[in-house]
T-cell receptor
Framework: NAGVTQTPKFQVLKTGQSMTLQCAQD?????MYWYRQDPGMGLRLIYY???????DKGEVPNGYNVSRLNKREFSLRLESAAPSQTSVYFC???????????FGSGTRLTVV | KNQVEQSPQSLIILEGKNCTLQ??????????LRWYKQDTGRGPVSLTI?????NTKSNGRYTATLDADTKQSSLHITASQLSDSASYIC???????????FGKGTRLSVIA
């Protein structure tokens, strides 16, 4: 089925470890996004890529880096994980920002 | 500050009953308003997108209304089903190149 695929679905890290969250979309969308969702809060934008070759900071970029590898793939890297980064991470894509976003099923990350 | 406020925070209704969820926003200038449904453990899925000129839009048993003058929207669910149990998120986009503004969601539980 067409959509946004995120890997892994679950991950437990120790403080200070690094990891990369992967995201791929097969809808030929130009824009891709990384969000985090915490209890009692709305989704918050970490980074986005309006088009292949560009990335921009969102609302909460500290502690993260991203790579738009090609039009399909947009990865999120935690260089040195902290407990405050325990969250559910969602990748999304859109054809253009005006239109609806398609979200992945999320990665539940726990940092201990 | 651009904000989206949703009410109630949570709601429990009996199967077969109707309900209405509210969304107030301060996002300006306004471009469009979206309602998403998020099942537990899944990513948000778009229900409707409404522009400034649209004041009602339906998607099956879901009907969204928009009053751009008062900056209010509602999502009405008719003849609720157990599968309607989810979080419903109101999201507003402004007409500039800025990220979407997400509400915190309303958690709906439909019980038999």
């Amino acid at each position: 089925n067409a959509g946004v695929t995120q890997t892994p679905k679950f991950q437990v890290l120790k403080t200070g470890q690094s990891m990369t969250l992967q995201c791929a979309q097969d809808m030929n969308h130009n824009s891709m996004y990384w969000y985090r969702q915490d209890p009692g809060m709305g989704l918050r934008l970490i980074y986005y890529s309006a088009s292949e070759g560009t990335t921009d900071k969102g609302e909460v970029p500290n502690g993260y880096n991203v790579s738009r590898l090609n039009k399909r793939e947009f990865s999120l890297r935690l260089e040195s994980a902290a407990p405050s980064q325990t969250s559910v991470y969602f990748c999304a894509s859109s054809d253009r920002g005006y239109y609806g976003y398609t979200f992945g099923s999320g990665t539940r990350l726990t940092v201990v | 500050k651009n904000q989206v406020e949703q009410s109630p925070q949570s709601l429990i209704i009996l199967e077969g009953k109707n309900c209405t969820l509210q969304c107030n926003y301060t996002v300006s200038p306004f471009s469009n308003l979206r309602w998403y449904k998020q099942d537990t453990g899944r990513g948000p899925v778009s229900l409707t997108i409404m522009t400034f000129s649209e004041n009602t839009k339906s998607n099956g048993r879901y009907t969204a209304t928009l009053d751009a003058d008062t900056k209010q929207s509602s999502l009405h669910i008719t003849a609720s089903q157990l599968s309607d149990s989810a979080s419903y998120i109101c999201v507003v986009r402004n007409s500039g190149n800025t990220p979407l503004v997400f509400g915190k969601g309303t958690r709906l539980s439909v019980i038999a």
